[in-house]
């Protein structure tokens, strides 16, 4: 049983590869939620719980060359940050990463204390974790000790999503490791379990199962709805169209 019944607010997060839709759907959801009158707060990952960030961007830029800002389809542009791969960048990912757990449990305290009815996460510790070689026995064991330590969502949305559509949405890192990426997510789910995989359909189609499968969770984690509703399975289960 989730804890969100023991507490005021109730976690849900997004995470994907880099254009599969995150933004989109954490507005059709919040602009929903706020329709039936939840309170809701966003915590944006990156901005609110990442450690170090500027730090980060600038070594990025600076080593690696890559492009600074967001791709669009009509200017492209080439990041090389987590898609570099090596064993200096894994050691310095782990050290960050763990700094980034500390900082998310802070968070999520701090959101469990406050007026909301419901927290959306615009990317977890999951989206860090999946940039990491979880092939390898001592990674793995490092993920598990992390999830140890960082509270899971109450419900936690994996939207997959074709690399080559994802690309063409938000053009940043080669198809390549947008490929690699994402089964690095569908291996976290099955490592770490609790997840809700949304398979690739169309942005609405997927809005409609987000939706469909958020109401009944909904129903009995908000004090605002009447409990009773059927609670989906959200360990790494694949949510059909129109759900």
């Not at 979880?134 to 992390?146: E, N, T």
């Not at 189609?205 to 969770?217: D, K, M, Q």
């Not at 989906?232 to 759900?243: L, N, V």
Request: hydrophobic share 40%.
């Amino acid at each position: 049983m989730h804890e969100c019944k023991e507490k005021r607010a109730c976690f849900v997060s997004f995470s994907g590869i880099d254009g599969s839709g995150k933004s989109t759907q954490i507005q059709a959801l919040r602009a929903h939620c706020e329709a039936i009158g939840l309170r809701v707060r966003s915590i944006a990952f990156w901005n609110n719980v990442a450690r170090l960030t500027r730090v980060r961007e600038g070594a990025a830029h600076r080593v690696f060359k890559g492009d600074k800002g967001v791709g669009t389809p009509a200017a492209p542009i080439e990041r090389r940050d987590k898609n570099v791969r090596s064993p200096l960048m894994t050691a310095a990912r782990l050290f960050l990463y763990f700094l980034d757990a500390v900082s998310l449990r802070r968070a999520a305290e701090k959101a469990s204390r406050s007026d909301a009815d419901l927290v959306i996460f615009d990317r977890y510790i999951y989206d860090e974790l999946a940039n990491l070689s979880l092939c390898k026995p001592l990674i793995r064991a490092y993920v598990r000790l992390l999830m140890k330590f960082v509270p899971k969502p109450d419900i936690g949305y994996l939207l997959d999503a074709d690399p080559v559509e994802a690309r063409a949405r938000k053009p940043e890192y080669p198809l390549e490791f947008l490929n690699t990426n994402r089964r690095s997510y569908l291996d976290l789910c099955e490592l770490v379990g609790g997840m809700t995989v949304i398979a690739p359909m169309p942005i609405r189609e997927v809005e409609r199962a987000v939706l469909g499968h958020a109401r009944n969770e909904l129903s009995s984690r908000t004090p605002q709805r009447e409990s009773g509703g059927a609670a989906a399975s959200t360990d790494c289960d694949r949510e059909p169209a129109g759900a």
